[in-house]
């Protein structure tokens, strides 16, 4: 987070140092993984962070619970919901023990009307927090982080080392710290953290002491494994217990250099718990720089709308990605934007993309197997067949790349995120548009398109990493008028024409109903992009799979126009500044501060 002044000589650090020596600040501590406050607590209190580390979480209605910031020593935290005289919104735990000093509100505001510089220097907190929640930026991103080998076998040092470098290479500082500093003092660790913008700890297997003081002196960790074996059957995961409470441990998988599809990892997602699942070809200089993306808040995070056929224009979207040299690091989509999402995850090139969906699709109609309407339309057994062929019995935890899609589940009435299980299943939900392919039951739960709850899920892909958002969205533009619901003057003509295997006129009301998003769901999935792309494909019929290449133009036309006018490369749009950067930058001000990026 971007430091207004230096923590230590602040007119809060002074007016709470003043207060604790009188007795009318309380000093405590705080054990790592403990809460300090939940969302709905009064707040009555405001807190300023002694020693250690706390992380803010929240939790949108209906979302996931996602991470917000840290707060870290010399900085204040409840400071909004006090000023507000409103309930706390989010939670606030300890990432570490730390050591943590409580003022009452009311010696607060009497000591802000007796020192103006005290709300003042809080104001300008308050704005740059504003400011980075406006722009769903994190407020004091992680800088410090463990990777700790979970079986025996190759040290992963050399791996840690080249993260370092790519990290580097990103234009920061950064450091790798091993078992040899197992007895070093806390001002040592503290020192380290202060002169590096990314400080990188090292545990090997076996080193049991050392992976204790990791789990407690980072802020996020990665557990390390070996993607061909099974996992170690008694995995001690008390190494980092504050960071496994609050879900800020992920695990990276390694594998052969030329290996074609991980396998099995599932197990290792219930035998560590991890939160993130990230896969790693040894020696490949792609995956190390996914992940350096990852550590410095500069990942992609790509999603894709439902729409029918007109989501043939995010294969268009994804052609422009790769010719720019955008990376894709996350993906997630809904409906026909979850399969071509899963297109990406599986790792197929353009070429593998568009042979695979003009066979799945535009060869054949997918819903041309009519059925009695009892539950549905179509049979769904086309659609069946062909997720099958290319998707096989893949599991979503065995994609190269992190990958969600939604589902809409019915007995519920929320929307279902699926992260895990067989791939086709989730996909099979995803697509389910009710009324047209027969619903998926899962555990007694009705699942049908996802679209019908959330046909744009980029604020789910903003609490899963740091980094900047592109966003695909195909319902933007008229979408449905008269002439689409006319019956057919002449159902001999309607089936000689092979106009039929679209669906009757139903089949585009229904589609339609299912995947059209309020103003509001629109617009705040939208404000969650950071490169929002609506390509212009009103002209093609949501139920025409034929529209293969308008659509892919359209796509790649609108991505391409987006991306000219960006004033620098997407992987920067979030960039955070290093200490060298802000070492130049100009003495803190509100001025400054509206301005200031992420730290």
């Not at 062929?389 to 589902?407: A, K, N, R, V, Y």
């Not at 279902?416 to 899962?442: E, N, W, Y």
Request: charged content about 20%; some cysteine.
């Amino acid at each position: 987070m971007a430091s207004l002044t230096d923590p230590q000589d602040s007119a809060l650090a002074r007016l709470f140092a003043r207060k604790r020596a009188s007795g009318e600040a309380v000093w405590f501590s705080l054990p790592g993984g403990a809460v300090l406050y939940g969302p709905g607590e009064p707040a009555d209190q405001l807190y300023l962070v002694q020693t250690g580390r706390l992380g803010a979480f929240r939790r949108e209605e209906g979302q996931e619970r996602h991470f917000v910031g840290i707060v870290r020593p010399g900085e204040p935290v409840g400071e909004m919901a006090l000023i507000a005289g409103l309930p706390h919104s989010a939670t606030v735990a300890a990432l570490r023990d730390s050591e943590i000093c409580a003022l009452p509100r009311d010696l607060f505001f009497d000591e802000a009307e007796r020192d103006p510089t005290v709300m003042t220097e809080l104001a300008r907190l308050m704005i740059l927090r504003t400011r980075q929640a406006a722009t769903q930026t994190s407020v004091g991103a992680p800088s410090v982080f463990g990777f700790m080998a979970v079986e025996e076998g190759p040290s992963i040092r050399a791996l840690v080392e080249d993260l370092e470098a790519a990290v580097e290479a990103l234009g920061y500082a950064a450091t790798v710290i091993g078992a040899e500093a197992q007895h070093a003092p806390t001002e040592w660790f503290s020192n380290v953290e202060r002169d590096h913008d990314f400080v990188l700890f090292v545990a090997e297997q076996g080193e049991t002491g050392w992976q204790h003081v990791v789990g407690r002196q980072v802020d996020r960790l990665f557990r390390v494994g070996h993607g061909a074996n099974a996992p170690p059957a008694m995995l001690d995961l008390s190494t980092a217990e504050p960071l496994q409470a609050q879900h800020l441990i992920d695990l990276i998988l390694l594998h052969p250099a030329d290996h074609p599809q991980p396998s099995g990892s599932d197990a290792w997602l219930d035998a560590t718990e991890a939160a993130r699942l990230f896969h790693m070809r040894e020696g490949n200089a792609a995956d190390i720089a996914r992940i350096a993306r990852v550590l410095t808040g500069q990942s992609v995070g790509l999603v894709l709308s439902g729409g029918g056929a007109r989501a043939y224009a995010h294969i268009g979207a994804i052609r422009a990605l790769h010719k720019a040299g955008v990376p894709i690091d996350f993906v997630g989509g809904v409906s026909m934007g979850a399969i071509i999402a899963a297109g990406v995850a599986m790792g197929w090139d353009d070429e593998e993309m568009e042979t695979r969906i003009r066979k799945a699709f535009v060869t054949t109609s997918p819903l041309d197997d009519i059925a009695f309407p009892l539950v549905s339309m179509i049979t769904g057994e086309k659609v069946r067949m062909r997720l099958d062929e290319h998707f096989g019995d893949t599991q979503i935890s065995d994609l190269w790349l992190p990958f969600f899609c939604l589902s809409s589940n019915l007995t519920s009435g929320v929307y279902h995120l699926h992260k895990r299980g067989l791939l086709r299943q989730a996909l099979r939900a995803s697509i389910s548009l009710p009324g047209i392919l027969p619903p998926v039951t899962d555990n007694n739960s009705v699942l049908v398109d996802g679209a019908v709850m959330k046909n744009f899920p980029a604020d789910i892909m903003r609490s899963m990493h740091l980094g900047p958002v592109v966003g695909i969205d195909v319902t933007y533009g008229r979408s449905l008028d008269a002439d689409d619901v006319k019956a057919p003057k002449s159902l001999w003509r309607w089936f000689w024409s092979g106009e039929w295997r679209k669906g009757p006129p139903i089949v585009a009301l229904l589609m339609r109903s299912a995947t059209v998003s309020t103003g509001r769901e629109a617009a705040m999935s939208r404000q969650a992009t950071d490169v929002l792309v609506m390509p212009k494909v009103e002209m093609i019929d949501i139920r025409d799979w034929k529209a293969y290449a308008p659509a892919v133009e359209a796509g790649q036309k609108a991505t391409q126009d987006v991306l000219d006018q960006l004033d620098r490369p997407v992987t920067d749009l979030r960039r955070r500044l290093s200490l060298a950067e802000e070492a130049m930058a100009p003495a803190p001000g509100v001025a400054a501060v509206m301005t200031a990026g992420p730290r």
